[in-house]
């Protein structure tokens, strides 16, 4: 329920999902655009009785980390992709240091876990290597902070500038036809794809004026080459991985520079010998385990994942690559294991794959997360199990925006 009445508010800190919250009459009420210690006037937009949702109509006390946001299109009403442009850099590593702890105290019930200060990205801008777009009127969109609609856009501050060349040579006579487009660009400059997915029946022909390679990627991941190679290759800690149109990788490269070097510290400290690698994509951090493991086993629900996984690890033959979903396949690993890497997606890992992974029993588990709130509960659900949760290593992955990495260190009491 919306009103038009103006209510101050004390942002009294940073949320998930990127908010400010205050209390308006003792109801936790949540506003994007704010920012922790201002005074600002909202107005009620979603009142869901035990909380509501806001907007900052003015800002009465401005905190000294709002900053000046480079895009155009940040902002109430427009592109959903940043949340935190507003909010200076360095202010926004901390703030997302914050709500790690907030999500593992309030969800996990971790008091005195020792979180450590974020890892900052090398650049807080252009740094995303890939991106999928929606088309609105022919013309390039991302969905909107409203996600029933679409902002279309004609620059991003945080995609690779390459990635913005390659948009421009876009036509909107090439896109009448198109759904959304994908694209990619490797670690080398000239090495781009750009994947669309079409209206049904449409006939698609190559457009002329892009210079990367071309395919159609339908809404199952199989992807059709029409022009050029059907993946690009990303070079992460000496290694050089393929990664298809269907496949994912993680968008920061400098980022998962030192994600990786994150796993490989911990595997050349507790010297596994057998070592599952669970939601292994393409094998990133499968060739880290590989270099120092006498086995490992690495599951991937993607077929196009799995192919690039078993080309990017075809020189170990101590290597074996289950493909399913974890929930299905988890029962019939073979143990013991000496550890376990896990990557899941948002949404955590499922009933299922948790017990499987618990029924196996490695010593030490390293879970990559990118969603605190699913850290923290599956974490809870480990320790009940006889695990101690040691320590969590935050990463900013995602600059500009609310979304935080994380590494959780487990292991066995």
């Known amino acids: ?9 004390i942002i009294e800190r940073m949320t998930h999902g990127g908010y400010g919250l205050a209390r308006l009459h003792g109801k936790p009420t949540f506003i994007p655009y704010s920012i922790a210690g201002e005074t600002v006037d909202i107005r009620i937009e979603d009142d869901r009785g ?15 980390q709002r900053t000046l946001p480079r895009c155009p299109h940040f902002g109430p009403q427009a592109c959903g992709g940043c949340q935190w442009q507003h ?100 670690s080398d400059s000239r090495d781009r794809l750009l994947a669309i997915t079409p209206v049904e029946g449409a006939r698609i022909e190559l457009p002329q004026a892009v210079q990367a390679a071309f ?52 595997l050349m400290r507790i010297r596994p010998q057998r070592v599952l690698d669970l939601y292994c994509g393409v094998g990133l951090f499968t060739v880290f385990a590989a270099e ?18 078993r080309h990017n690890l075809r020189q170990y033959e101590h290597v074996t690559i289950v493909e399913g979903a974890l929930e299905r396949v988890i029962n019939r690993l073979q143990g013991p294991v000496d550890a376990a890497v896990l990557d899941p997606p948002r949404v ?34 480990l320790v009940s199990a006889g695990y101690e949760l040691l320590q969590v290593q935050p990463l900013d992955m995602f600059p500009q925006t609310f979304h935080i990495e994380c590494i959780a260190q487990l292991e066995k009491r």
Request: charged share 20%; net charge neutral.
């Open 1 to 9: 329920m919306k009103t038009t009445d103006l209510e101050r508010v």
């Open 50 to 64: 035990n909380h509501a949702f806001a907007a900052v109509d003015s800002i009465i006390s401005r905190a000294a």
């Open 87 to 186: 909010i200076d850099y360095q202010a926004q590593l901390g703030f997302k240091r914050e709500i790690v702890l907030d999500q593992l105290r309030r969800i996990g019930g971790f008091d005195s876990v020792p979180v450590h200060q974020v890892i900052p990205a090398a650049s807080p801008w252009h740094y995303r290597t890939h991106a999928t777009l929606r088309l609105a009127e022919g013309l390039p969109a991302f969905v909107a902070t409203d996600p029933t609609r679409l902002q279309i856009i004609d620059t991003c501050h945080i995609l690779r500038k390459e990635l913005l060349e390659l948009l421009e040579q876009i036509r909107p006579e090439d896109t009448k036809d198109w759904r959304r487009m994908r694209l990619q660009v490797g």
């Open 215 to 266: 395919g159609i990627l339908n809404r199952s991941g199989q992807y059709k080459a029409l022009h050029g190679a059907d993946h690009v290759h990303y070079t992460v800690g000496g290694h050089t991985f393929r990664c298809s149109a269907g496949s994912f990788f993680q968008v920061n490269l400098p980022q998962a520079e030192a994600l990786a070097d994150q796993v490989q510290t911990w």
């Open 292 to 309: 120092c493991c006498a086995a490992v086993t690495a599951v991937e629900l993607s077929p196009a994942a799995v192919r690039d996984a």
């Open 348 to 381: 955590g890992l499922r009933k299922e794959a948790l017990a499987g992974l618990i029924e196996l029993a490695p010593d030490h588990i390293l879970y990559v997360s990118c969603d605190p709130t699913t850290l923290a509960r599956d974490c809870k659900t």
